[in-house]
């Protein structure tokens, strides 16, 4: 059921050599918002596997092999490693099944049980992670530019139709250097930087399974606490906002670029989220006027275009 492409048979191949027999079945697990796809292992002794199929031409591996051993160490259920071939992308892990935060909370499951756990881990990542954030690229100026200008090309430009013309362009700048040097200011710790209820595995013990955490970096977090409420709290909005304009623009990119629509239906909370922080800061009273003037107005009919586009 997995196809026949070069890639499977190859993995089949790794798998019988590196374990000393191959899997009685392989299954597609599932993909992400990368190039990586995920296999799921049976094997005869009745155990399940992992693979993670990373190909060298697109995707690293190292450095899920590098936040994994840093996320294990730090206490934090991780998917334990248990063989890696860098030069072929190919990662046997532990399997943390297939129960998502996001599936159990539409069921009903107790939201504060779930995240509960989940802040537990992540306070273990940011403070025993601290002392580690030397071994991870900078969260830095840059990176935070590049995340945010996906938001005016793919999101605006693209997904909206919308023509940025040179006073367009100067608003978002400063909104966005307001939110790059509120982000700066503040301390460095792991950054998981995908930290959300499709990353979190609902485990019987454990719990959470976190996974997709490659792309860390040392930097900003919503959740270590400054030396005051207030200060907290403008921290946790300011970076809150920052992280959903990039997420408006990667959600966009997924559909126009890659051909996967499953974010689609997450961009109305997405922008909602984004009204919601700018409206908190008085600085960002240009900002938020420009997002009613020019995005509102055009988002409605944007987003029935791409979901009918997305059911043909």
């Not at 591996?61 to 063989?83: S, W």
């Not at 409605?300 to 009918?308: D, E, M, S, T, V």
Request: charged share 25%.
């Amino acid at each position: 059921m997995t196809g026949d492409d070069a890639r499977v048979r190859q993995i089949r191949d790794w798998l019988a050599s590196e374990l000393g027999t191959p899997p009685v079945r392989l299954e597609a697990a599932s993909a992400d918002a990368s190039f990586r796809r995920y296999f799921r292992a049976w094997f005869a002794d009745g155990a399940t596997r992992v693979v993670m199929d990373a190909p060298p031409d697109k995707e690293e591996v190292a450095p899920f092999l590098k936040v994994a051993a840093l996320l294990e160490g730090c206490g934090v259920h991780v998917p334990h490693i248990h063989a890696a071939d860098s030069a072929r992308g190919l990662v046997l892990l532990e399997d943390l099944g297939s129960d998502p935060y996001l599936t159990r909370l539409q069921a009903g499951d107790d939201a504060d049980l779930l995240y509960g756990d989940a802040l537990d881990a992540l306070l273990r990542i940011q403070v025993r992670g601290r002392a580690l954030v030397g071994e991870l690229p900078p969260y830095d100026r840059a990176t935070l530019a590049r995340e945010m200008a996906l938001m005016p090309q793919w999101f605006c430009e693209r997904h909206l139709q919308l023509a940025l013309d040179d006073s367009d362009r100067a608003v978002l700048a400063d909104g966005f250097e307001f939110l790059t040097v509120g982000a700066l200011q503040q301390p460095l710790v792991l950054v998981h930087r995908d930290y959300h209820s499709r990353n979190l595995m609902r485990l019987p013990s454990r719990n959470p399974g976190v996974i997709d955490f490659q792309d860390a970096l040392a930097g900003a977090e919503r959740a270590l606490a400054g030396s005051s409420e207030r200060e907290f709290l403008r921290w946790f909005d300011l970076i809150g906002l920052q992280r959903h304009i990039k997420v408006l623009g990667i959600f966009a990119r997924l559909w126009y670029r890659d051909g996967k629509s499953g974010y689609l239906p997450d961009l109305p909370r997405t922008l909602d989220y984004v009204l919601d922080g700018a409206r908190r800061f008085p600085e960002l009273r240009g900002l938020t006027q420009w997002l009613q003037r020019r995005v509102l107005p055009l988002f409605g009919a944007a987003n029935a275009r791409a979901l009918a586009a997305q059911s043909r």
